[in-house]
């Protein structure tokens, strides 16, 4: 079978299997969270904008806030074959590339982590590896043979997590 | 963009581009007073575009840009973001600091305040010009200059202004200076409810038929 590259585009969640890659490309404030299992070698990718569902009333797009967009993609991934005990998370993203935009109290990109974090201790998940905060924006590439992640900064070398 | 006839009419757009060249005219007027010598800027594109096409019409998601960045308050609130290819800060700096173009050199602080201080000049001239023809109030904010990925400057600006319209206006400025050609774009990307008052104005003072 062909290799693909699925994008996950703002607000959406994906999960895919080996030799399959999940991309996604300049977050800036936005999260992305990938989980993997190596030894199915199956993953997601959730492209967060947003900490919580709770303070939005019309909170019907799962994959906008780090709560619903987690969750539903361990649920997808277990519906797949996947084993919660193996599953180990990455983070790339929340970069707070404004520093004039009103920071209220904290700015976005650290309170997704912040959210994102949070849900991934009380869901058990341990997070292996991270490139998160800064000022740049960053793109991804998310193997699912190996769960490594080739990260991409502008005018910087890539790195590997 | 077939946006356009959906959200504008043809009627609309011209007069956005009327609005468009007079504030480049002031925009021009300021600049070449500060610099001391003319300074031409023309409009080359008016329009309105579907937020999710703003990367593409920058070059693509993960295309290096120039952003500069301004909160836009009063009758409308929302943002302002003016791009400019990151090949042409040079230029733009050395424009407002009246010296002679540099190479390529990594940007100094002064050659940042320098791209801000003529985003903040444009945006000032179109939101007067604004107001002039239509009566719509607005004052920008404090400029922030970033360089990064297309994508991911649009992404922390459109999280931010959760509560906004799915389109952005578009004005494309070019600068002609020693005959090198600059261009920059200036989008608004209002909050909701703001495309309800352009066209509420539209009519009141360019007395067209209230057909928005």
């Not at chain 2, 290096?64 to 302002?80: S, T």
Request: charge should be negative; aromatic fraction near 6%; charged fraction near 20%.
């Amino acid at each position: 079978m062909p290799e693909m590259e699925w994008v996950v585009g703002i607000a959406e969640t994906k999960t895919a299997m080996s030799p399959d890659r999940l991309l996604a490309i300049g977050l800036g404030s936005c999260v992305a969270v990938t989980v993997h299992d190596c030894q199915k070698k199956i993953g997601g990718l959730a492209h967060i904008m947003l900490p919580s569902s709770r303070f939005h009333a019309k909170a019907n797009v799962k994959g906008k806030y780090a709560d619903t967009a987690i969750k539903a993609m361990v649920e997808e991934l277990a519906l797949k074959g996947g084993e919660k005990d193996r599953f180990e998370a990455k983070l790339v993203g929340g970069a707070n590339m404004f520093s004039t935009i009103i920071q209220n109290p904290l700015p976005i990109g650290t309170r997704n982590l912040m959210a994102v974090r949070e849900i991934l201790v009380e869901m058990k998940i341990p997070i292996t590896g991270e490139d998160v905060g800064g000022t740049q924006g960053r793109s991804l590439v998310f193997n699912l043979s190996d769960g490594k992640i080739l990260v991409r900064k502008i005018n910087q070398s890539d790195i590997w997590i | 963009m077939e946006m356009d006839e959906e959200v504008f009419s043809d009627f609309q757009l011209d007069a956005l581009r009327e609005i468009g060249n007079v504030g480049a005219g002031h925009a021009a007027t300021a600049l070449s007073q500060m610099v001391g010598r003319p300074i031409n800027m023309s409009i080359t594109k008016v329009m309105v575009l579907p937020t999710e096409g703003i990367a593409g019409f920058l070059g693509g998601i993960e295309k290096n840009v120039a952003a500069v960045y301004m909160p836009v308050y009063g009758d409308i609130c929302g943002v302002v973001l003016i791009f400019f290819p990151v090949e042409v800060l040079p230029s733009l700096a050395s424009l407002l600091l009246q010296r002679n173009s540099q190479s390529t050199e990594e940007l100094t602080e002064l050659d940042r305040s320098a791209v801000k201080e003529l985003g903040s000049i444009l945006t000032g001239s179109y939101l007067s010009a604004l107001f002039r023809f239509i009566h719509i109030q607005m004052i920008h904010g404090v400029p922030t200059l970033v360089v990064d990925m297309a994508q991911a400057i649009l992404d922390t600006v459109l999280v931010d202004l959760e509560q906004k319209e799915d389109v952005a206006i578009v004005i494309e400025t070019e600068f002609l200076e020693r005959e090198k050609q600059l261009t920059g774009s200036f989008f608004l990307l209002p909050e909701t409810g703001s495309l309800t008052k352009i066209f509420n104005a539209f009519s009141k003072t360019l007395e067209m038929p209230g057909d928005a």
